[in-house]
C-alpha cells in the first residue's frame, strides 16, 4: 500500500483495513482531523469543522464493529461535505452571509443515506456563494487555494470538496453540480468526480440554485471510491419530485480495466478557439492510450449547438435562481437587516447586504429574463435552445458508447485573474455547460499536468450510463498514474 499516513488512503483501502481491525474510524477520523489543523491554513478549503460531533461518531461505529456487526464500505470513513447540502446540526451556510448560522433542523437525503452506512462527516466545504461562480473565490469569508499553486484557484462552486479529496484533509467529499461546479474543480485539482443523470440523485436537502440543473455528487481520490459513494447516494427519492425511480446498479460491478470494442467520439466543438495546447495534446495523449486499451474513437464528431450552451444556460439558471432566492427575505431565517421603517425597506436591505455581487448579478440577471416583455423572448428560447441540446446528445449517444472532451479548456487559472471579468469567468465551464443543460452524467479524471498544474478529462454518457463512464475511466486510470500523484504539500 503506497499512503504512508491514514488520512492518505482511499474509501477501499481504509475499508479493508476497518474489516480486518488494523485501524479504527476513530483513529482515520483523528488523522484526518490532523491533516485539516496542518494544511487548512494554507488551502481553506472547510468553512465548518465538527471535530467533536465527528470524534463522538467515530466512536459508536468503533462500538457498533466490535460488537461483530457487518459494515459497509463507507462505515466509518471520514468525509467533508459541500455546505450547500443540509447537515442537521452542523451549520448550512452556502458559503452566504445570508446564511452564516443557519443550523438546519433536518438531513439532505444523501446524508441521510450516508449517516445509513455510519459514516462520519468531519465538516462542510469553502464554495461560490450559494454554487454562483467557478473558482471559489465568490465565497463570503475567503478564497479558497488550489494545492498545486497556493496563487491558483481551485475551481468553482464546489472548489473547497475538490482540495479537500486532493490534500487529503477527508477520504471523500459530496458537491454539487448545476453547470460544471463538481467537474471543473476535480479537473483543476487532480481528483476524480462525477455528475450524475439528472434525478439519479436526491436533490432533497441540498440547497436550491437552478432546481432543473442542480445535482449532488461524489469527489475521490479514484474512480473505485466514486463507484463505492454512488452506490450509497443514488436512488429514488419521493421527497424530490424531480428524482427518477430507476434501478441503481452496483456500480463497483463496472470497474473492469477492459474497453475493448466501446466507441468513443471526440466531439470537435470542445476543442475551443482559445483552449491551451497543452490541455489539447494532454487530451490527445489520453485519447491514445484509450485507443490502445481497445476502445473505437472518431475524432469526426459534432454538436453543432454547443456553441449556444452558455448562452441558454445563463438565461435559465439565472432566472431559476431569481425564483429560488426570493425566499431569502430575512424574516423567517437567516440574515436580517436591522433598522428598516418598514417590510419593504427590510428586504430590500436584508437583500443588499445579505448576497454577494456575483449572486446580485445572476439574480438580476435571472429577474429580467423573467420579466413581461422579455420572458418569450430569452427564457422561452432558451428553453428551447435547451431541447435542441438534449436532443443533439441523444441522437450522437445512439451511435457511441460515450463522448470524450477536456474538462476545462485551462489549467488553473492565477486567483482574481478573472474577478473583474464575469464573461471570462464563465468561459472557464464551457466544456462542462451542455451536459448540465442536457441532463446526461459525465465524469472527470485526472489526464495529465502542464507546469505541474493538473488537467482533467471528462467522459460523457447517456442518461444513466454512469456505469460505463466509471468503467471507461476505470481502465483509464489503472494503465496510468496520474491520478497517485500527490500536490506539493508538505
Excluded at 466512536?59 to 460488537?67: L, P, S
Excluded at 468531519?122 to 487555494?145: C, I, L, P, Q, W
Aim: glycine share 8%.
Amino acid at each position: 500500500m503506497q499512503a504512508t499516513e491514514l488520512h492518505q488512503l482511499t474509501i477501499h483501502e481504509a475499508h479493508e483495513l476497518l474489516k480486518q481491525r488494523k485501524t479504527s474510524s476513530l483513529e482515520l477520523t483523528k488523522s484526518v482531523l490532523k491533516r485539516i489543523n496542518d494544511v487548512e491554513g494554507r488551502v481553506r478549503a472547510c468553512v465548518t469543522i465538527a471535530e467533536d460531533i465527528a470524534l463522538k461518531e467515530a466512536d459508536k461505529v468503533d462500538a457498533y464493529m466490535r460488537a461483530g456487526h457487518e459494515i459497509t464500505p463507507l462505515t466509518g470513513i471520514p468525509a467533508l461535505i459541500k455546505d450547500v447540502i443540509c447537515t442537521k446540526g452542523i451549520k448550512t451556510t452556502c458559503s452566504s452571509k445570508m446564511l452564516q448560522n443557519f443550523v438546519p433542523p433536518y438531513d439532505a437525503t444523501v446524508i441521510e443515506k450516508l449517516n445509513a452506512q455510519k459514516a462520519v462527516i468531519v465538516g462542510k466545504t469553502n464554495m461560490d456563494e450559494f454554487a454562483m461562480g467557478s473558482s471559489t473565490e465568490h465565497s463570503a469569508f475567503f478564497a479558497t487555494h488550489n494545492p498545486w499553486d497556493l496563487s491558483r484557484v481551485p475551481g468553482g462552486s464546489s472548489g473547497g470538496s475538490a482540495v479537500a479529496v486532493s490534500t487529503d484533509e477527508a477520504i471523500y467529499a459530496l458537491g454539487s453540480d448545476t453547470g460544471g461546479s463538481i467537474r471543473q474543480p476535480a479537473g483543476f485539482c487532480s481528483v476524480v468526480a462525477l455528475r450524475p443523470t439528472y434525478g439519479r440523485v436526491s436533490r432533497f436537502g441540498l440547497l436550491a440554485f437552478a432546481s432543473s440543473l442542480d445535482q449532488i455528487g461524489p469527489m475521490t481520490k479514484d474512480v473505485t471510491d466514486c463507484a463505492l459513494v454512488m452506490n450509497a447516494i443514488a436512488g429514488h427519492d419521493p421527497r424530490d419530485s424531480t428524482s427518477v425511480p430507476h434501478p441503481v446498479p452496483d456500480y463497483a460491478q463496472h470497474l473492469v480495466p477492459d474497453i475493448k470494442g466501446l466507441k468513443i467520439g471526440i466531439p470537435g466543438e470542445y476543442l475551443v478557439e482559445g483552449m491551451q495546447t497543452e490541455v489539447r495534446a494532454a487530451l490527445e495523449r489520453a485519447v491514445d492510450k484509450l485507443q490502445e486499451l481497445g476502445a473505437e474513437v472518431d475524432w469526426g464528431v459534432s454538436l453543432p449547438h454547443t456553441k449556444y450552451a452558455l448562452a441558454a444556460y445563463y438565461i435559465i439558471a439565472p432566472s431559476e435562481a431569481s425564483a429560488n432566492l426570493a425566499r431569502y427575505d430575512g424574516v423567517k431565517y437567516g440574515f436580517s437587516a436591522g433598522n428598516a421603517s418598514n417590510v419593504i425597506q427590510a428586504t430590500e436591505r436584508t437583500r443588499q447586504f445579505g448576497f454577494g455581487p456575483e449572486v446580485k448579478r445572476r439574480i438580476m440577471l435571472g429577474t429580467y429574463a423573467l420579466s413581461a416583455g422579455y420572458y418569450d423572448a430569452y427564457y422561452v428560447k432558451a428553453q428551447q435552445v435547451r431541447t435542441l441540446i438534449k436532443q443533439e446528445f441523444d441522437q450522437v449517444l445512439q451511435r457511441y458508447d460515450a463522448l470524450v472532451t477536456p474538462t476545462s479548456p485551462t489549467v488553473p487559472f492565477k486567483l482574481g485573474e478573472k474577478l473583474e471579468d464575469p464573461m471570462q469567468m464563465y468561459l472557464s465551464d464551457i466544456c462542462t455547460l451542455p451536459i448540465s443543460i442536457a441532463g446526461i452524467p459525465a465524469i472527470s479524471i485526472p489526464a495529465g499536468f502542464a507546469d505541474n498544474l493538473p488537467i482533467g478529462m471528462q467522459i460523457i454518457g447517456k442518461p444513466f450510463s454512469e456505469g460505463v463512464l466509471l468503467r471507461i475511466a476505470f481502465a483509464y486510470e489503472q494503465a496510468t498514474d496520474w491520478h497517485s500523484r500527490k500536490p506539493p504539500l508538505s
